[in-house]
């Protein structure tokens, strides 16, 4: 022990308590005994009844069966005897593809147990994004390569260090570290603060040394990671606060705990209870809420650069770390304020945790007493989405099979040509086919951006007139490159001379949206995968895209909520803004929203909060996605009646790309030329 009290990590590699609870969490993954009963790898306990491992070490065993059952075993689990498993979900973002190296971002699974109610120990992961570093341990199982006819799995432990990171989510090992083959998915312990910071991928072969998928690889399961960290928390909230055989009261005595530099601190026992505290909150409402709250608990200061974008009140927790210091108890009891207060604000009962801070605030100075108690939401913050209930009725916007025709103009640029130009087409789309264009233009040079409005309006007129139904104008949709993007459709003026109780605008009168004429034919897995996501996540969330003072990375896309749909300030056909809709594009994003008009040369301004604020509160007013174009509309002709041209909807352009109505393939084949 050392002369404050803590433990002694350093020679031994991690307390031998924390050694021991992490041993006995982790478990064999193996073959049933049907299928010959071999040890495929490891996996660990995160929450009741559900493990996790690398994607890859199920992959080989469940590529013609995903829904397989097989078995997992450890010696202090279930008396040692094994049990069913199956597969939950895992990251990989196609078929299981076993010669193929799985990318450490997509190279997680998540294993339940056909049995929930068999009890376990769960391993305590990390609530940060940064790795402190120094000493850590990985221990695992094997296969028995001394006997390979055998079924033995064959324990295995080693020390190792962290000297280096790959992107957001992949961890690098010193050489000195030894790694046996097929140990993947064996849980990273660090030692300087006894939690679990990863699980091993690979090692090197024929070499020392290895890689690790960092634990904020988890974010990428979206709601699933809400769901797990929740039950995680709250596990450890309920374990044994006294005996000192637990996670939390060894840690209380390692050196990362910092408890030993003053009262004023966050101890181990209190990061416990807080977690547990908000698993018990409403689900945050997107990364919005939490990054704003947790910069707020910070004083207004951004957390460390590198930080990945939160999306659980538990990862705002760890966003208030600095520099690898434990947490300031005025920064933690701040932010569950805060969380408190936006909980209040949503119609929630924060009662218990108000309760908790309450008793904790008697722990600490006057001044931290007076900050927390008079804590107030950032102005963004402080609005109330109304009830469903008292949400006034929008039509949703049509859908496959449901009779309502929707007008497509699908603009193709002139390849080559010196300045931009388009051939055009006019479909029809009810439901009963729409292969045949009804108007067209694919010959010839093309028509320049600045005269398509005139080339379309008697065609479109024309049809409109056939299809609209009374008081039920059709929708437009107007599929062109992600580059043309910022083609105020909205504003064309079907006439030129408009009557006076007729607005010209078309997105005044009807529903205008933009498609990706890229995304021909059949919907690829992700983009179907997403769309379905937010169709089942109810409420529309906004998601600031890319956050502020930070360039658009595809982590930013990869791992929102399901109910998250991308807000861009700025113009997309170039720059910042194009980079962050093709990300947004490749990750299978349906619907998007951004401003047309330019964006300040320097950073963004009170217009671009505004902007994102007006958006936020459009997408929380709506029950669902499909309402998104008709309120938007509605917003457009409160413009057009206000004449108010400093709305932040004004220049607004929607994405709405539904994978059910994907746009026909052009099938039209290539001429040899002479």
């Given at each position: 022990?050392?002369?404050?009290?803590?433990v002694?990590?350093?020679?031994?590699?991690?307390?031998p308590?924390?050694?021991?609870?992490?041993?006995?969490?982790?478990?064999?993954?193996?073959?049933?005994?049907?299928?010959?009963?071999?040890?495929?790898?490891?996996?660990?306990?995160?929450?009741?009844?559900?493990?996790?491992?690398?994607?890859?070490?199920l992959?080989?065993?469940?590529?013609?069966?995903?829904?397989?059952?097989?078995?997992?075993?450890?010696?202090?689990v279930?008396?040692?005897?094994?049990?069913?498993?199956?597969?939950?979900?895992?990251?990989?973002?196609?078929?299981?593809?076993?010669?193929?190296?799985?990318?450490v971002?997509?190279?997680?699974?998540?294993?339940?147990?056909?049995?929930?109610a068999?009890?376990?120990?769960?391993?305590?992961?990390?609530d940060?994004?940064?790795?402190?570093?120094?000493?850590?341990?990985?221990?695992?199982?094997?296969?028995?390569?001394?006997?390979?006819?055998?079924?033995?799995?064959?324990r295995?432990?080693?020390?190792?260090?962290?000297?280096?990171?790959?992107?957001?989510?992949?961890?690098?090992f010193?050489?000195?570290?030894?790694?046996?083959?097929?140990?993947?998915?064996?849980?990273?312990?660090?030692?300087?603060?006894?939690?679990?910071?990863?699980?091993?991928?690979?090692?090197?072969v024929?070499?020392?040394?290895?890689?690790?998928?960092?634990a904020?690889?988890?974010r990428?399961?979206?709601?699933?990671?809400?769901?797990?960290?929740?039950?995680?928390?709250?596990?450890?909230?309920?374990?044994?606060?006294?005996?000192?055989?637990?996670?939390?009261?060894?840690?209380?005595?390692?050196?990362?705990?910092?408890?030993?530099?003053?009262?004023?601190?966050?101890?181990?026992?209190?990061?416990?209870?807080?977690?547990?505290?908000?698993?018990?909150?409403?689900?945050?409402?997107?990364?919005?809420?939490?990054?704003?709250?947790?910069?707020?608990?910070?004083?207004?200061?951004?957390p460390?650069?590198?930080?990945?974008?939160?999306?659980?009140?538990?990862?705002?927790?760890?966003?208030?770390?600095?520099?690898?210091?434990?947490?300031a108890a005025?920064?933690?009891l701040?932010?569950l304020?805060?969380?408190?207060?936006?909980?209040?604000?949503r119609?929630?009962?924060?009662?218990?945790?108000?309760?908790?801070?309450?008793?904790?605030?008697?722990?600490?100075?006057?001044?931290?007493?007076?900050?927390?108690?008079?804590?107030?939401?950032?102005?963004?913050?402080?609005?109330?989405?109304?009830?469903?209930?008292?949400?006034?009725?929008?039509?949703?916007?049509?859908?496959?099979?449901?009779?309502?025709?929707?007008?497509?103009?699908?603009?193709?640029?002139?390849?080559?040509?010196?300045?931009?130009?388009?051939?055009?087409?006019?479909?029809?789309?009810?439901?009963?086919?729409?292969?045949?264009?009804?108007?067209?233009?694919?010959?010839?040079?093309?028509?320049?951006?600045?005269?398509?409005?005139?080339?379309l309006?008697?065609?479109?007129?024309?049809?409109?007139?056939?299809?609209?139904?009374?008081g039920?104008?059709?929708?437009?949709?107007?599929?062109?490159?992600?580059?043309?993007?910022d083609?105020?459709v909205?504003?064309?003026?079907?006439?030129?001379?408009?009557?006076?109780?007729?607005p010209?605008?078309?997105?005044?009168?009807?529903?205008?949206?933009?498609?990706?004429?890229?995304?021909r034919?059949?919907?690829?897995?992700?983009?179907?995968?997403?769309?379905?996501?937010?169709?089942?996540?109810?409420?529309?969330?906004?998601?600031?895209?890319?956050?502020?003072?930070?360039?658009?990375?595809?982590r930013?896309?990869?791992?929102?909520?399901?109910s998250?749909?991308?807000?861009?300030?700025?113009?997309?056909?170039?720059g910042v803004?194009?980079?962050?809709?093709?990300l947004?594009?490749?990750?299978?994003?349906?619907?998007?929203?951004?401003?047309?008009?330019?964006?300040?040369?320097?950073?963004?301004?009170?217009?671009c909060?505004?902007?994102?604020?007006?958006?936020?509160?459009?997408?929380?007013q709506?029950?669902?996605?499909?309402?998104?174009?008709?309120?938007?509309?509605?917003?457009r002709?409160?413009?057009?009646?206000?004449?108010?041209?400093?709305?932040?909807?004004?220049?607004?352009?929607?994405?709405?790309?539904?994978?059910?109505?994907?746009?026909?393939?052009?099938?039209?084949?290539?001429?040899?030329?002479?």
């Amino acid at each position: 022990m050392s002369p404050h009290g803590h433990v002694n990590a350093s020679e031994s590699g991690s307390d031998p308590v924390i050694d021991a609870l992490a041993r006995a969490a982790t478990v064999q993954l193996r073959a049933s005994d049907e299928q010959g009963g071999a040890c495929w790898g490891t996996g660990f306990f995160v929450a009741p009844g559900r493990l996790l491992t690398c994607a890859h070490v199920l992959a080989p065993h469940l590529r013609g069966a995903i829904d397989g059952v097989f078995w997992v075993a450890g010696s202090e689990v279930n008396g040692g005897e094994p049990l069913p498993a199956r597969l939950d979900a895992w990251l990989l973002d196609g078929p299981a593809r076993p010669e193929v190296r799985v990318p450490v971002e997509q190279d997680l699974a998540l294993v339940r147990l056909l049995d929930a109610a068999v009890e376990h120990e769960c391993v305590w992961l990390t609530d940060r994004t940064d790795y402190p570093g120094g000493r850590g341990v990985v221990q695992g199982y094997h296969p028995d390569t001394a006997d390979p006819g055998s079924r033995r799995a064959v324990r295995w432990k080693a020390t190792v260090r962290i000297n280096g990171f790959d992107d957001d989510h992949g961890l690098r090992f010193r050489p000195e570290a030894e790694f046996p083959k097929g140990g993947s998915g064996s849980p990273v312990l660090d030692a300087h603060t006894g939690a679990v910071v990863g699980l091993l991928k690979s090692r090197r072969v024929g070499k020392d040394g290895g890689t690790a998928i960092a634990a904020t690889a988890l974010r990428r399961f979206g709601a699933r990671y809400q769901q797990l960290m929740a039950d995680h928390d709250r596990w450890h909230g309920q374990s044994p606060k006294i005996t000192g055989h637990n996670w939390i009261e060894r840690q209380h005595q390692l050196p990362g705990s910092g408890i030993h530099t003053g009262g004023d601190q966050w101890s181990p026992r209190d990061r416990r209870e807080a977690l547990s505290q908000l698993a018990a909150m409403t689900a945050p409402d997107g990364i919005r809420p939490v990054a704003a709250l947790a910069r707020k608990a910070r004083g207004d200061i951004p957390p460390p650069p590198g930080q990945l974008p939160p999306y659980t009140w538990r990862d705002g927790h760890g966003l208030l770390y600095e520099a690898g210091q434990p947490v300031a108890a005025i920064a933690a009891l701040h932010y569950l304020q805060l969380v408190a207060e936006y909980e209040r604000l949503r119609g929630g009962d924060p009662a218990a945790l108000v309760g908790w801070v309450a008793q904790r605030l008697q722990e600490v100075p006057r001044i931290v007493h007076t900050v927390v108690t008079q804590a107030t939401l950032p102005a963004a913050l402080r609005h109330v989405p109304a009830p469903l209930s008292q949400r006034p009725v929008v039509a949703r916007y049509p859908r496959v099979g449901d009779g309502r025709a929707v007008v497509v103009v699908e603009l193709e640029p002139v390849i080559d040509a010196r300045a931009p130009r388009f051939y055009w087409r006019i479909r029809v789309d009810d439901g009963h086919g729409v292969d045949e264009p009804l108007h067209e233009e694919q010959h010839g040079d093309g028509v320049p951006p600045e005269r398509l409005i005139q080339r379309l309006r008697t065609p479109l007129a024309e049809i409109f007139a056939t299809v609209d139904a009374p008081g039920a104008p059709a929708p437009l949709e107007v599929a062109l490159p992600a580059d043309r993007f910022d083609t105020a459709v909205h504003r064309w003026q079907l006439t030129e001379m408009a009557r006076l109780h007729h607005p010209a605008q078309v997105g005044v009168r009807r529903t205008v949206v933009l498609r990706d004429i890229s995304r021909r034919g059949d919907p690829d897995e992700r983009w179907r995968q997403r769309w379905e996501a937010l169709e089942r996540a109810g409420t529309p969330t906004a998601h600031r895209t890319p956050p502020v003072r930070q360039v658009p990375r595809a982590r930013h896309f990869d791992a929102l909520a399901p109910s998250a749909v991308p807000v861009l300030c700025r113009p997309v056909g170039s720059g910042v803004g194009r980079r962050a809709i093709g990300l947004a594009l490749t990750a299978g994003y349906g619907i998007a929203l951004w401003h047309t008009d330019g964006h300040p040369e320097y950073g963004c301004t009170e217009t671009c909060d505004r902007f994102h604020d007006g958006a936020a509160l459009l997408l929380a007013q709506a029950g669902d996605a499909h309402e998104l174009p008709e309120r938007l509309r509605r917003l457009r002709d409160d413009i057009s009646g206000s004449r108010n041209s400093r709305h932040w909807a004004e220049g607004a352009a929607m994405l709405y790309d539904d994978p059910g109505r994907p746009l026909p393939a052009d099938e039209d084949d290539p001429l040899d030329s002479p």
